[in-house]
């Protein structure tokens, strides 16, 4: 369900069905952009991969971003440093704090990571990669 649209910036944030929010950035050649409203149930083609690295010590958490367009799809590559605020293995969840104090939570789905989140503390600085890809299509969701 679309919660947030930014018009300006081409950007909607959609709420999962399991609760989580994500932004996404939409290509200019969605013309489905333009009918959205807040509440619109959308399906979305959507994927996204993280890589995580712990960070030297004394790394201050950081940001940078890259963004490539190509004709039906948009694509958005992330390295974040970022300082572990809590972790819970059990959920296989981390919650991060990055660089401009907002705090983000990432549902860790590779049984490796997961493997290793036991071992992540509360305060450690992480290094992560996080790509997205969106293609062109946006449609009314098919779900009730």
């Known amino acids: 369900?679309?919660?947030v649209i930014d018009k300006s910036a081409?950007?909607?944030?959609?709420?999962?069905?399991?609760?989580?929010?994500?932004?996404?950035?939409?290509p200019s050649?969605?013309?489905?952009?333009?009918?959205l409203k807040v509440g619109s149930k959308i399906d979305v083609d959507y994927t996204e991969s993280i890589a995580l690295a712990m960070a030297p010590k004394g790394t201050k958490p950081s940001e940078m971003e890259r963004v490539a367009t190509a004709p039906g799809a948009?694509?958005?590559?992330?390295?974040v440093t970022a300082e572990v605020i809590k972790v819970d293995p059990a959920a296989n969840k981390v919650t991060f704090k990055g660089?401009?104090?907002?705090?983000q939570t990432v549902t860790v789905h590779d049984p490796d990571l997961q493997a290793k989140?036991?071992?992540?503390k509360?305060?450690?600085?992480?290094?992560?990669?996080?790509t997205e890809?969106?293609?062109?299509?946006?449609?009314p969701s098919s779900s009730k």
């Open 10 to 26: 081409r950007k909607v944030t959609v709420k999962t069905p399991d609760g989580e929010k994500t932004e996404i950035q939409v």
């Open 99 to 103: 660089p401009g104090g907002k705090q």
């Open 1 to 3: 369900m679309v919660t």
């Open 29 to 35: 050649d969605v013309k489905e952009f333009d009918k």
């Open 122 to 130: 509360k305060g450690q600085v992480v290094m992560f990669q996080y």
């Open 74 to 79: 948009v694509g958005r590559e992330m390295t």
């Open 117 to 120: 989140l036991p071992s992540l």
């Open 133 to 139: 890809a969106v293609a062109a299509a946006i449609r």
